[in-house]
């Protein structure tokens, strides 16, 4: 591809991402009257992904919401599995103090709504010498239950690639490693945006009514993080609301103080707002469904955050996610379940099966045996190189990588430990595509990493013993909608995913068959490993 | 409106705006790799205008379709009004020289599209004592026939106004000077985008199979100007041609060079285009309708810009517009349909009745009778007062208003008075706003200007002979489409409406009764003049 060919393409790739949306908002905190957005981090072209894995990753979805919505509502085993890290992580505690709170005083909704996002890596399984031969699988990087980005962002870089195929500038010659004759057939149709509303739309005609008297309307809330830069992730599904059939009015509260004075509680817990374009005679709203784009970070919770989070945990209001489903993102979950038998509980073996295909190797970092085999990995140096450390945080960053696991373990206090978990690095395989950000452009071997995301809505029933099977099946699910994705993409020389740091850009996939998929990338034998 | 407030609904508007491309791009020639865009001057909310001249204005656009395609087919009578200007003109004279080449060796395609646009301000013709009581009426400012701008900005400005209406931010204790009561019927629906895509596929329909042998597809080309930072207004036309079904492919070309390098004309005439995303063994496309948004300003005239032109007027597609087309344009056309029985000439009585009634009185600056009496009162310090000089130009800018026009008069050649016109002030009753622009925030006084786009292909008829009624109808019109409208107001302490400067704002107009608007203008008596 010559310069001026990629300059061209470039070119009109964020001209079409300026006309969309696809962009982050510039924030800067000493000209507050500055409004200037950038285009997102996005691929020129879409890299290759198999599709019968990509077709497996959507397929897994349903029982992945099955098993998280289980767990969501099996407070035992969340107890124990997450008891350690509770003693150990700010966070954590803070939200288990929250829930051991709400309970007490008894909870008023029954129903709750997950916006999940599962992540995946391919993963390249080296052939066994005289045994089978190579194999491309699926590999769940984490489990995201809170405030689950990029579904906008995914929805429109798809949208352009289509786009940008539909106008020729994907023919072959444009990018010399891409198979030929791909067609409009192997760009998937995104459909996040809508699906994304669905689930919300589901969740507020599932609320149903307004209970508080003297009120009429019902809206949800979109509770936000201050000075958003990612606002082109967020309120596209917020005008969409609005521009329903009819409208369902859709507000934005930033998380903590704003909370506090614009939202508050019926005897009944109805939670009651009054925007702050109405007159104050207007009668308030009754909020239907919580919407958490924040208070996902440890920062948040001061004293006010956590009197937010508590009032918003306390309402009758259908909240995504609920304290104990917001719990069940930390990854000292997703190891867990990787622990035999662990599955068994909430799915079937066939289900269950299905599911673990698609685990990596996670050990915890805590003071069982296994833990304790961990430690020792992870502070030697040959064997860290295989691993990659992550904090029992949600969603990504902070991670250590490989090499630099025992440096970093030898300088936190041991008692830290536990908020931890040791991962074994996935091997993808490398493909090669052009990166545009706004960190500048990469042309190069790259790596993918497919978010499926889930929606459902699900009701607690205490009263359900453990069935016939003997599985634990506390959570009823309503409301199963269908599935969606989103796909990004990094240069291969980073680790991070970070699209907001500019290694990350948002991508979708070719799809192809394996042996394709096979023929096009790099290296795969020697897979470099990253994540 | 309290600063919070005002601050919240700024915050909201320019949140839509990004995420809706209602932008414009940010051009930095020091550095080509920054992308960066902002906001488009917006009012927050609608500025108010009576309905009934709103709806006159829009019923009007088909009789000035009417009217503008027979001009442009009246190749005499357009000779004889701009036979001075093209001695004068550097701009008039090479298009009249273009069209004369072309004459010479026959135009090949008889069918034209004009997207025009017909500009209006309201205007208080005071009480007579004694008489008839003060009136508000819609005056002409001028009459666009190339590159009409705006389309695509005023319609989305138009939704962000409903959709802050729907949400309560429009609420009447928002703006104390804004009419209770005002629901969404006062906020008309803008259709002005998928109008423009109806034009556009419909003379691409029009122009029908390709001719030239070997080449199946035929396509529609964008001539553009380089830098563009407008792409917002220009885009989102090439991107709905896309994703019609089936797509009818659409390409940008700059104006000039490019134009030369990429199009090129069988013997018989067909324009042939490779777009430069294809490899060079692909068949060329045949180009069905050139989109004009360049080629208005005399500076891209070099010896190149004229032979772009030229190429681009000899080729068998459908332009938009024509070179004659083009050339009714010009200030001293409108000047002169201001005498008397011109629109005879191509109008019905009734017709030419309706059309008058939204002339402003305007002179030309020529040497015949009235011309000398027009230079006297650009002269007369005293009676400049009540005029602005326009040059004959496409477009805005570059007037002279008021007291300023006797210096000016006397410091441009005589020889060159003929490229101006002089027009009576419009009185412009004063409604109240709040303009959000890249050069600030301005609450106050306000005037606004309605644009109605006209929509209309055409066959120029040689053998059409002054009908009964006497009417030279050259032009048949062979689709007239519904008509659309912009909206852009200003402040009323600036002369100019120009929005790239950011005195100009899009806006939306609220539509009320004569009664409702009478009471909300401030100060219509004396009334301030302005344009």
């Given at each position: 591809m010559s310069d001026e060919q990629l300059n061209n393409l470039a070119f009109d790739a964020s001209d079409w991402q300026l006309n969309h949306g696809s962009l982050l908002k510039v924030i800067d905190r000493a000209r507050e009257d500055l409004v200037?957005?950038?285009?997102?981090?996005?691929?020129?072209?879409?890299?290759?992904?198999?599709?019968?894995?990509?077709?497996?990753?959507?397929?897994?979805?349903?029982?992945?919401?099955?098993?998280?919505?289980?767990?969501?509502?099996?407070?035992?085993?969340?107890?124990?599995?997450?008891?350690?890290?509770?003693?150990t992580d700010l966070l954590a505690d803070v939200l288990w103090g929250i829930h051991l709170e709400v309970k007490e005083e008894g909870y008023v909704q029954a129903i709750s709504l997950g916006i999940f996002r599962s992540d995946y890596m391919l993963h390249v399984q080296p052939a066994v010498p005289g045994g089978s031969r190579q194999d491309i699988q699926i590999k769940q990087v984490e489990f995201n239950t809170i405030s689950c980005a990029g579904g906008v962002h995914g929805n429109k870089v798809s949208d352009m690639h289509r786009y940008l195929h539909r106008t020729g500038s994907h023919s072959p010659q444009k990018l010399s490693t891409r198979p030929v004759g791909l067609s409009m057939s192997n760009y998937p149709l995104n459909h996040t945006i809508t699906s994304l509303i669905s689930a919300l739309s589901a969740a507020h005609e599932e609320y149903g009514a307004s209970r508080s008297s003297n009120v009429s309307?019902?809206?949800?809330?979109?509770?936000?993080?201050?000075?958003?830069?990612?606002?082109?992730?967020?309120?596209?599904?917020?005008?969409?609301?609005?521009?329903?059939?009819?409208?369902?009015?859709?507000?934005?509260?930033?998380?903590g103080q704003d909370?506090?004075?614009?939202?508050?509680?019926?005897?009944?817990?109805?939670?009651?707002?009054l925007p702050p374009n109405r007159p104050s005679s207007d009668p308030p709203l009754e909020v239907s469904v919580i919407y958490l784009r924040a208070g996902f970070e440890v920062i948040e919770y001061d004293e006010v955050g956590r009197a937010c989070r508590l009032?918003?945990?306390?309402?009758?209001?259908?909240?995504?996610?609920?304290?104990?489903?917001?719990?069940?993102?930390?990854?000292?979950?997703?190891?867990?379940?990787?622990?035999?038998?662990?599955?068994?509980?909430?799915?079937?073996?066939?289900?269950?099966?299905?599911?673990?295909?698609?685990?990596?190797?996670?050990?915890?970092?805590?003071?069982?045996?296994?833990?304790?085999?961990?430690?020792?990995?992870?502070?030697?140096?040959?064997?860290?190189?295989?691993?990659?450390l992550k904090p029992s945080l949600e969603g990504g960053g902070h991670n250590v990588y490989g090499?630099?696991?025992?440096?970093?373990?030898?300088?936190?206090?041991?008692?830290?430990?536990?908020?931890?978990?040791?991962?074994?690095?996935?091997?993808?395989?490398?493909?090669?595509?052009?990166?545009?950000?706004?960190?500048?452009?990469?042309?190069?071997?790259?790596i993918s990493e497919l978010g499926v995301f889930g929606f459902c809505l699900w009701k607690r029933n205490e009263s359900r013993h453990p069935s016939d099977g003997g599985?634990?099946?506390?959570?009823?699910?309503?409301?199963?909608?269908?599935?969606?994705?989103?796909?990004?993409?990094?240069?291969?020389?980073?680790?991070?995913?970070?699209?907001?740091?500019?290694?990350?850009?948002?991508?979708?996939?070719?799809?192809?068959?394996?042996?394709?998929?096979a023929n096009h990338c790099r290296q795969n034998t020697q897979g470099k490993s990253s994540e």
């Open positions: 200037v957005a950038k285009p997102v981090g996005v691929t020129l072209f879409p890299t290759l992904f198999p599709r019968v894995l990509f077709n497996e990753a959507l397929a897994l979805q349903e029982t992945y919401n099955k098993l998280y919505t289980a767990i969501a509502e099996d407070e035992d085993w969340l107890q124990t599995t997450l008891r350690a890290l509770i003693e309307q019902t809206c949800t809330v979109f509770i936000v993080q201050p000075n958003n830069f990612n606002i082109a992730d967020e309120r596209p599904i917020e005008y969409a609301l609005w521009g329903q059939s009819p409208p369902i009015p859709t507000y934005r509260i930033m998380f909370v506090l004075e614009s939202l508050s509680l019926t005897p009944t817990r109805e939670l009651l707002y009032l918003l945990e306390r309402s009758r209001a259908i909240k995504c996610p609920s304290i104990l489903s917001h719990l069940t993102t930390f990854k000292k979950v997703q190891q867990e379940l990787t622990m035999p038998e662990t599955l068994e509980r909430y799915l079937s073996v066939e289900e269950a099966a299905k599911i673990a295909k698609t685990f990596a190797p996670i050990l915890p970092m805590d003071e069982s045996h296994l833990g304790l085999r961990a430690r020792e990995l992870a502070m030697n140096p040959r064997a860290a190189k295989g691993y990659i090499v630099d696991i025992p440096k970093f373990i030898n300088e936190i206090p041991p008692e830290s430990f536990s908020s931890y978990i040791l991962m074994e690095k996935i091997t993808s395989p490398l493909l090669y595509n052009i990166l545009v950000s706004p960190r500048g452009t990469h042309e190069g071997p790259v599985l634990h099946e506390k959570a009823e699910i309503v409301r199963d909608l269908k599935p969606s994705w989103s796909f990004k993409t990094k240069s291969a020389n980073v680790n991070e995913m970070s699209v907001v740091k500019g290694y990350g850009c948002f991508d979708s996939p070719a799809l192809v068959d394996r042996e394709t998929f």
